[in-house]
């Protein structure tokens, strides 16, 4: 745990946030997986997405084993401090989620269908937190990249709220919110579960399932 942990995970100010740097993370340029690049340009035909469901980490490999996944990258969004490190992001300084970008094939993979996994895949109903994570950088977020996205995540949300509701679950806490600027987290994050088959891996569903 970070000695700049804040006490409690509530969102900084715009004032209290870290100020960041310039200079842009430095990560590899093909995914350790599929071997296809990490960063743009990708394949004029190819969609983005981009979720947050606690550590990235098992959130990624989530969606890079999904067919028609073109690739993945961890990173962090949703915050203030620009280009930020790892360690300012879990001192809670910086307001940023971890989160997952997907770039998909939609010919071959629906956007519902990396909904359906976004939400069994975690709890979405724990606020800042997602079981023993617990930190701003661990909420459940969808950030969608069009309108047609955000209406998907929105109907997705509700619908999956009523079957968690059916099986005794609280509200969802999940924002969902044009996507923000997605900042490359460390070379050593990324598809960090293939580099380290048994590194930890915090994710846990509810059990409940989502009809995509």
């Not at 946030?17 to 990560?27: E, F, K, Q, Y």
Request: overall charge negative; some cysteine; proline content about 7%.
């Amino acid at each position: 745990m970070s000695l700049l942990r804040r006490p409690d995970p509530t969102m900084p100010t715009k004032e209290q946030a870290l100020p960041g740097r310039d200079i842009a993370m430095t990560v590899p340029d093909k995914h350790f997986v599929s071997g296809n690049p990490l960063q743009p340009p990708f394949p004029a035909h190819m969609r983005s997405a981009m979720f947050g469901l606690g550590c990235f980490w098992g959130a990624e490999k989530k969606f890079w084993q999904l067919d028609g996944v073109f690739t993945t990258a961890v990173g962090y969004a949703a915050g203030l401090t620009v280009n930020p490190l790892y360690q300012e992001v879990c001192s809670g300084m910086t307001g940023h989620n971890e989160v997952v970008l997907v770039v998909f094939d939609p010919e071959k993979i629906s956007y519902a269908t990396l909904l359906k996994t976004f939400w069994e895949s975690h709890d979405p109903t724990q606020g800042m937190r997602q079981g023993n994570d617990v930190g701003t950088q661990y909420r459940s977020g969808i950030y969608t990249f069009d309108a047609q996205q955000q209406r998907e995540a929105e109907r997705s949300r509700d619908e999956y709220q009523q079957e968690l509701t059916k099986n005794g679950f609280p509200s969802i806490t999940t924002e969902v919110i044009t996507a923000p600027v997605f900042y490359y987290a460390e070379e050593y994050h990324q598809q960090y579960l293939a580099k380290n088959p048994d590194g930890y891996c915090g994710l846990g569903g509810t059990g409940v399932s989502c009809h995509a």
